[in-house]
């Protein structure tokens, strides 16, 4: 097995959560090639650094990626990048898509890369901006257990890896994630609401549940955001709107019916056209859009641009 500085990766894709992950990549000592559709957002990896590729094709080229990382914006953008990369790629390399895709398509480019003798992981994240920045997040690896070692020194540097299975239930167990999370978003708001509205210092409330058996990380973080009405994105309600599709089209499949993540999933269409680039706690936002007159907190909202 290669060491770290002789391990070569390709990173296409160092939007909100890409670059701080190529990031942890270059601080663990790896040789990193970026790459990203707008320029400015790969070279501000320079400084740490990273090697600026024109194109993607070239950032594969000329790293002679050992492993490529894709972190892109949905299953659409992955299959065409790799698309384009396909004549780069080395029999033996490994293909890592750490995005968020629907997992037919993640066994799709499984197969297709199989016939190329390249290797697939699809390797979804969760824990926001933050866990990016802290090299914490949560890493499920859909892989064939002869390649997942090849690929656990290099996830580790980005978070905790957990093998779940074959290629495509990376994805599947991302959705799981996102169907805990988006549902948990929605009953903190609606929680804090109530307890504004029944007259109750909601800030207190979250604080006395803090430790029982409603303690969890949305309760605490997001929690926080709905009290500071700060929607700035760490996960951007577009892309948990995309999640919340893609769980219902995963649950066709499996042909189970999911009736509270069906209600989740109109909440986040409703913020779609409004908010798209918003945190996802903005599900506070649709529940008092629903609620005419009641709000929680006196403080102004905080929204990007």
């Not at 949560?138 to 290629?167: C, F, H, N, W």
């Not at 909601?202 to 990380?217: D, H």
């Amino acid at each position: 097995m290669k060491t770290v500085s002789e391990t070569n990766i390709a990173f296409l894709g160092t939007g909100l959560m890409g670059k701080p992950m190529a990031r942890r990549l270059l601080l663990a000592g790896y040789p990193v090639t970026v790459w990203n559709r707008t320029r400015a957002k790969a070279e501000a990896l320079t400084a740490d650094g990273g090697i600026v590729a024109e194109t993607a094709l070239l950032a594969v080229q000329q790293s002679h990626a050992d492993i490529v990382i894709t972190m892109l914006e949905d299953g659409g953008a992955v299959t065409g990048v790799i698309a384009q990369i396909l004549p780069a790629l080395r029999a033996g390399s490994i293909v890592i898509d750490m995005s968020s895709i629907q997992q037919s398509q993640a066994q799709a480019l499984h197969t297709l890369l199989q016939t190329q003798g390249v290797h697939f992981i699809d390797a979804p994240v969760s824990g926001g901006v933050i866990g990016a920045e802290a090299g914490s997040l949560a890493i499920m690896a859909g892989a064939d257990e002869a390649v997942y070692p090849e690929a656990v020194q290099v996830l580790s540097a980005m978070g905790k890896p957990q093998r779940v299975g074959g290629p495509g239930t990376g994805q599947l167990a991302k959705l799981c994630n996102q169907l805990i999370v988006g549902a948990t978003i929605n009953i903190v708001a609606e929680a804090l609401l109530l307890a504004q509205a029944g007259g109750a210092d909601p800030a207190a409330v979250r604080q006395a549940l803090r430790g029982g058996f409603a303690e969890s990380r949305i309760l605490e973080v997001h929690g926080q955001r709905m009290l500071d009405r700060t929607f700035m994105p760490g996960g951007q309600v577009k892309s948990q709107a995309k999640d919340m599709e893609n769980i219902l089209i995963a649950a066709q499949h499996a042909g189970v019916d999911l009736p509270i993540t069906k209600l989740v999933t109109d909440v986040y269409r409703s913020l779609l056209p409004v908010y798209p680039h918003a945190d996802h706690s903005a599900a506070l936002l649709a529940l008092e859009h629903k609620n005419p007159g009641k709000r929680l907190s006196d403080k102004q909202d905080i929204l990007p641009e």
